[in-house]
């Protein structure tokens, strides 16, 4: 790679790249598919839009695997869990804490300045068709706290009663939860309900203000002896999204010669909006990438993928956002609890945004730029890096699985849901909401 090319060139444009022969793609192996701790996600973060505000969270694939022979002791998978890589690329430990505690803030409960105040409750329940003897879990069920989103407090339900349980901040500071049971059980359940203050983030950006993508590209090239970028690491390949050349050329529509990243990326937001098809029941989480894209159907989750696959084809630093959508109820109906579901969108970093981090929240799936009533749940480089809940389990045999999302403001009433909604969100592998 020249490093004196022009910004245009030496992007990472191989139509085929050969993953495990880039360093800097390093998997952890609790997100490596082919590593010993991986299990399927669980149910997938997908979302109604506000104008569907009953229909079901997408359930994905099941979130055991069965295993033969002996379980790895409890001592391997919390080590293997909590060991990660820094940039350096020496492996460091993170910080943990007792799992399922309470956590409140002194935060104002009122807020006046254009925030929304949202509880969110996220519930998961297993029913096994045999007993399951041992099982690890891991979790990203806690929301972000961060400047334009104030956690106020966190609590973590976990039935029956694990037998460790402990919360720590993963390399990209998202909270996850590591929890085991070695006591026989036939059901799980996993509750996590939040209360957060969402501010309207992004209000009064210019995005005609920032760098040309081009320069910002160049500028996230690997230079040695250059100083470290975090940013970086969102340019690369990752488990779900590939970069490849057909990518490439659906971005460049957008991405055209000296155009401000951020107006480039909103613009491949909105051509994705308008040229995919939402269709529950047209994909899983096993789905490539590239088959969303060639069928231009999909799910939330795949319109995040396309998108962040068309800007690292473009040499731009881009995350997988995992989270909530707020929607609204039917004029003069109360919300029902349960009848929400959790989302997904992405983020692309834009020098000269006017923020200090300079990264630009954008939803594909709703062809807009998040406000209050998008809430943080987790950022990394795809789905596989924040699936809300996934894990390991002895035993099991088959299994019904229920998932109940509510995101209600503060001053609205709630009501439960009706049996027939809680028999809609019994699994089906391919169902979902945009």
């Known amino acids: ?59 994905q694939m099941p979130m055991q695997t069965q295993m033969q022979g002996q379980l790895p002791s409890q001592e391997q998978v919390l080590g293997n869990m909590r060991q990660s890589q ?13 799992c399922g505690a309470l956590v409140s803030s002194d935060a104002p409960s009122s807020p006046d300045d254009g925030s929304v105040a949202l509880t969110i409750i996220h519930e998961t329940l297993y029913h096994y068709a045999a007993r399951v003897e041992q099982a690890h879990h891991l979790a990203y ?31 990209y500071g998202n909270a996850r939860s590591i929890f085991e049971m070695y006591a026989p059980h036939d059901a799980l359940r996993v509750s996590a309900t939040s209360r957060v203050i969402v ?64 107006e480039a990326a909103i613009d491949l937001m ?6 995919f098809t939402y269709a529950s029941c047209s994909t899983d989480v096993s789905t490539p990438m590239i088959d969303a894209f060639t069928q231009r159907r999909g799910v939330c989750q795949d319109f995040a993928h396309v998108m962040l696959g068309c800007l690292r084809a473009v040499g731009q630093a881009a995350r ?30 834009c020098p000269g945004l006017g923020r200090q981090d300079d990264w630009l929240d954008l939803d594909p799936t709703n062809g807009m730029v998040p406000a209050a009533s998008h809430a943080m749940l987790a950022w990394g ?13 002895r035993g099991g045999g088959g299994h019904d699985l229920t998932v109940r999302v509510t995101v209600a403001p503060d001053h609205e009433r709630i009501e439960p849901t009706p049996d027939q909604s809680s028999q809609a969100l019994q699994t089906q592998h391919q169902q979902d909401t945009p």
Request: aromatic letters at 10%.
């Open 320 to 349: 997988y956002v995992s989270g909530y959508l707020m929607s609204q109820p039917p004029p003069g109906q109360a919300r029902l609890i349960g009848a929400d579901a959790s989302h997904a969108w992405v983020a692309v970093h």
């Open 1 to 59: 790679m020249d490093p004196n090319a022009p910004p245009d060139q030496n992007l990472p444009f191989d139509p085929q790249p050969q993953f495990e022969q880039n360093p800097q793609f390093a998997l952890n192996p609790q997100f490596d598919p082919n590593g010993p701790f991986y299990a399927y996600p669980s149910p997938g973060g997908q979302m109604p839009t506000p104008f569907q505000p009953d229909m079901p969270e997408q359930l």
């Open 141 to 171: 069920l806690k929301p972000l706290d961060q400047p334009c989103q104030r956690l106020e407090s966190f609590a973590l339900d976990i039935e029956p009663e694990p037998s460790h349980c402990t919360t720590e901040t993963d390399v």
């Open 381 to 393: 480089r795809d789905y596989g890096d924040v699936t809300p809940l996934r894990g390991v389990i």
């Open 199 to 262: 501010r309207p983030r992004f209000e009064g950006i210019t995005p005609e203000a920032t760098q040309p993508w081009e320069e910002v590209a160049h500028a996230l090239r690997y230079v040695a002896g250059g100083s470290f970028r975090p940013e970086v690491e969102f340019t690369f390949a990752s488990p779900y999204v590939a970069i490849l050349a057909p990518l490439r050329d659906y971005a460049r529509a957008s991405f055209t010669a000296g155009r401000p990243v951020a």
């Open 270 to 275: 909105q051509r994705v909006h308008g040229d």
């Open 86 to 98: 820094g940039p350096d690329g020496q492996s460091q430990s993170f910080p943990t804490s007792p």
